[in-house]
Each structure stands twice: as C-alpha cells, then as structure tokens.
C-alpha cells in the first residue's frame, strides 16, 4: 500500500524558507512536520529533526561541490583499493591516509612503474580528502603546461598559480609518463614554490624525483625538487603492472554472452 504524501507547507513558510536560503528544511519540513503530528513530537524534537536535515543537506552539497572542484581522473576511492596487493607497507599506506601529513602542510611521492597503484592510492586519498573537509586539486603535469601558456600573454600566471592554492591539497599525476614541455616545468616550479610550506602537494611519477633532470631543464629540477623533497613522504612501489596481470588472467574485462 502506498504511503500518502505529507501535505504542501503553507505558501508564506515556505516563501520564509526560501528567503532563508534553508532548502533542506524546506524539502524535508513536509514530511517531518507529518511524523510529529503524528507521533505528537516535543516542539525541540522537531526543530532539532529539521535543523539536522538542513546540516545534512549541506554537508552533501558542500562534499559534491569539492568532488567537482578536484577534478579527479575516475572517481576510484579506497571502498575498491586492494591494500595487499600494494607494494606500499600496510603501516605507511594507514599513516598517509589519516591525513595528518595534509595538515601539516607536508608532501607526497609515489614513484615506481606503471600500473603498480600509483595514480589508484593518489586519488583515493584526494577522494578521503575531500570527504572530511580538505579542498583538493588535481592535475596531470601537461595541464599545468596548458595554464602556463594561457596566461603568459597577459602576465597572470602568478595570479593563475595563487587560485590553485586555495585548494589544501594540491595533487600532481603521471609525472615521467611523457616528456616534459618547457611550460609544463616552468608550472611545476611555479606551483612546488608557491606550495612550499604553505600547502601539501602530492605527486605521482614513474620516475624518483632525483631523476627529474631526465625530463626537465637542470636549473628548474634542481630548485623543484629541493622545494618538493624537502617536507616530503616518498613511497616507491614495485612489482609487475596490475593491469597486465588482470589481462593476461581474463579479469581484464566481463565475459562476452
């Protein structure tokens, strides 16, 4: 049997919410209003309910606007991460995600070969990042190339670089993957300096930093990496490619019917 729905609120309470700006109490006031008639509710029960559904509510707004903001690659969090199957100690992988390296405006690395979980444990931390309150940015390093050049012509890369840091966490991925634009090593510096005891910047690299000089001008590695390492967690991962073994043993896909 259906449940009837609650009746409409009165038009000048709900032209009160909406002046308000209380949405979630407007949506839920309906039903909850309903329950404590009908329950005959203490007047405390029932605005404790409906300031609950308001906090609620913004919560899940405010979690799915930094969602957004971060631009994560795929959407993978921890609820799907293996952590046997990860070379990273067990003990190391539980310290780093506690965050507390994010409040203490310290740096990550992982570094080591492709398909070892790098880009995987980087964004499940920004994902746990992101759910307990932590602005998180995210970036592949062409990217900060694209930024570069799009605001040299006006001279704004510096302003460009100081919106970035509003984010707490700043996370940089597939570092060593392809090489390196003069634009996107000038990014990087830019964003590892102006990061620098400000902000955590977390970094995904098929090289170890100490190789960089592979892939950028010395003069810039030498002052990027020192800026990065010098507060700086570094994780190097081993081991054959997840993603090849998951192939070569059918797991690669569903089976076709």
């Not at 002046?19 to 407007?26: A, N, T, Y």
Request: charged share 25%; with cysteine.
């Amino acid at each position: 049997m259906r449940t009837p729905e609650p009746p409409p609120l009165q038009e000048d309470l709900e032209a009160l919410l909406r002046r308000l700006r209380l949405p979630h109490i407007r949506r839920a006031a309906p039903e909850v209003l309903a329950t404590a008639r009908a329950q005959r509710w203490e007047p405390a029960e029932v605005l404790k309910s409906l300031l609950g559904e308001e906090l609620a509510g913004r919560e899940r707004s405010a979690l799915a606007t930094r969602r957004k903001a971060a631009s994560f690659p795929s959407g993978k969090t921890f609820e799907a991460w293996d952590q046997k199957a990860s070379s990273i100690p067990a003990p190391t992988q539980q310290a780093l995600r506690t965050l507390e390296w994010v409040r203490r405006r310290e740096n990550l690395v992982v570094c080591g070969p492709s398909g070892t979980g790098k880009t995987f444990f980087l964004e499940a931390i920004g994902q746990s990042a992101v759910e307990v309150g932590i602005k998180v940015a995210w970036f592949a390093l062409e990217d900060l190339g694209v930024l570069v050049r799009a605001h040299r012509a006006d001279d704004t890369v510096t302003r460009a670089v100081g919106r970035i840091l509003r984010s707490e966490l700043i996370m940089i991925d597939d570092v060593g993957l392809l090489p390196v634009s003069l634009d996107a090593a000038e990014g990087l510096y830019r964003l590892v300096d102006a990061a620098y005891e400000r902000r955590s910047i977390a970094v995904s690299s098929n090289l170890h930093p100490s190789g960089f000089d592979e892939l950028m001008p010395k003069t810039l590695v030498s002052a990027t990496v020192d800026r990065l390492m010098h507060h700086a967690h570094v994780c190097v991962t081993t081991g054959d490619s997840v993603r090849l073994q998951q192939a070569t043993s059918g797991k690669g896909v569903k089976p076709l019917t």
